[in-house]
């Protein structure tokens, strides 16, 4: 059995060595403060921000949304309420609900953050395709390969490097609280 210290480890290094190492367009703080001053811009101009995600990416989606609205005040909203998610699945596709729900209420300059573990999640895929398609910016946090296709779709990209749902999710559960720390201290 790993430690808890190990663990953690694993966790900070899953971080920190998720940039390609030939990757000379930005580094890590350079994507988190990018991030930071895009959910800034979008707070400011009073435009929307959407979460979405996929099992335990979905439920740091809802806490994401949570923190950006009540401490940031930031417009931000989640698309996978019981009922809507359903209606969309079934009557049009679950790998189309996000998208459908974002064709619905995105607007130009809207900001989408799209969380998928393994960065392949069809239904996320698409949604970033419609937002980018009508004008709004996107910022993906996907894992486990290192070709995953969600990790180039968006403007920014956060990637971790383990093929391990926990890890991943903890690392994108961190990430995204220092981003909404940092956007709530600059309120």
């Avoid at 000379?24 to 009073?46: P, V």
């Avoid at 946090?141 to 990637?159: K, Q, T």
Wanted: proline share 2%; glycine share 6%; with cysteine.
């Amino acid at each position: 059995m790993i430690s808890f210290e190990d663990y953690l480890k694993k966790v900070h290094e899953s971080i920190l060595i998720g940039k390609d190492p030939g990757n000379t367009i930005s580094s890590l703080s350079e994507d988190l403060l990018a991030s930071i001053r895009l959910i800034e811009k979008i707070r400011e101009d009073n435009k929307n921000l959407y979460i979405i995600g996929n099992g335990g990416s979905a439920a740091i989606a809802s806490h994401v949304q949570n923190d950006l609205c009540k401490g940031a005040g930031v417009r931000a909203m989640v698309f996978h309420e019981t009922p809507l998610l359903t209606a969309y699945s079934n009557d049009i596709s679950y790998e189309d609900a996000y998208a459908e729900s974002l064709k619905f209420w995105a607007e130009p300059r809207d900001l989408l953050i799209a969380i998928s573990s393994s960065g392949r999640s069809k239904n996320i895929l698409n949604a970033v395709r419609v937002a980018k398609k009508m004008g709004g910016s996107v910022i993906t946090l996907s894992g486990f390969s290192h070709d995953n296709p969600l990790r180039r779709m968006g403007d920014i990209n956060i990637y971790v490097q383990s093929d391990e749902y926990g890890i991943v999710e903890t690392a994108h559960a961190t990430i995204l609280h220092y981003i909404t720390d940092a956007v709530k201290h600059e309120s």
